[in-house]
């Protein structure tokens, strides 16, 4: 969730524009956004930046690693999809795919899901160079193109969830999909973090805005037209979409900045991760 006070700085680097510039993004409103609107928005939000977004992060992503979150949680120590070997499995919000990549490194039969074809294209690049080769899907995460009880997990590392109108569509989708007993576990930036600043220094701390403001945050262009959603759910909202989607709730981790971890991402960084939490990974559990 970006500062409302500001849209993100535009760059330009060698003659390549940031996706800011290249969609024409001139503000920052707070307003209602439809489920179409935020769709298109947001596919082309990241067609436009998956080149700078692995560029960007990138190493700390890495190529064949399952990081849950900028607090630099990865699956390989904190096991919370269980033994993945022989497993089918979903990823919701794949990116470049270092994660399902991952997982098929560890004996996993994976598919990778996203929303935007850029994303995807980065992951078919980092296909060829590791040589680790995972089936990928062009989709809307309100609306997963399989069959019935096809999967034995689902997960999504800060994949598709804030960047959905109805992100119960989504749970509602992925209990479709997985057999009886599959677990979902997905991460997202910690609701507490939409009533603060988008800022990783002082002025990250000091709260601005009401936690139980829903309002979706909107990049704009000249003529008002979204570039880029993320929409706001608090840890009730999340609680009630989980449970009403018919899956169980058996942990919710709060992943504590590592002492040794001295990089800023975004928001995240070493001074706000040591006075509150960043990320939320709900692990749950279909009936």
Known sequence: MTDPSQARVFEHEQGHQRAEAALGTVGVVKRGVSDPDTVAANRRWWDADAEDYLAEHGDFLGLVDFVWCPEGLRESEAGLLGDVAGRRVLEVGCGS????????????????????????????????????????????????????????LACSAFGAVPFVADSAAVMREVVRVLRPGGRWVFAVTHPMRWIFPDDPGEAGLTVAQSYFDRTPYVEVDGLGQPTYVEHHRTLGDRVREIVAAGLTLEDLIEPEWPPDLDRNWGQWSPLRGALYPGTAIFCCRRH
């Open 97 to 152: 795919a270092p994660c399902a990549r991952w997982l098929a490194d560890h004996g996993a039969q994976v598919i990778g899901l996203d929303l935007s074809v850029g994303m995807l294209r980065q992951a078919v690049d980092a296909a060829r160079e590791t040589g680790i080769c995972v089936p990928l899907v062009q989709a809307d995460a309100t609306r997963l193109p399989f069959a019935d009880r096809s999967f034995d």
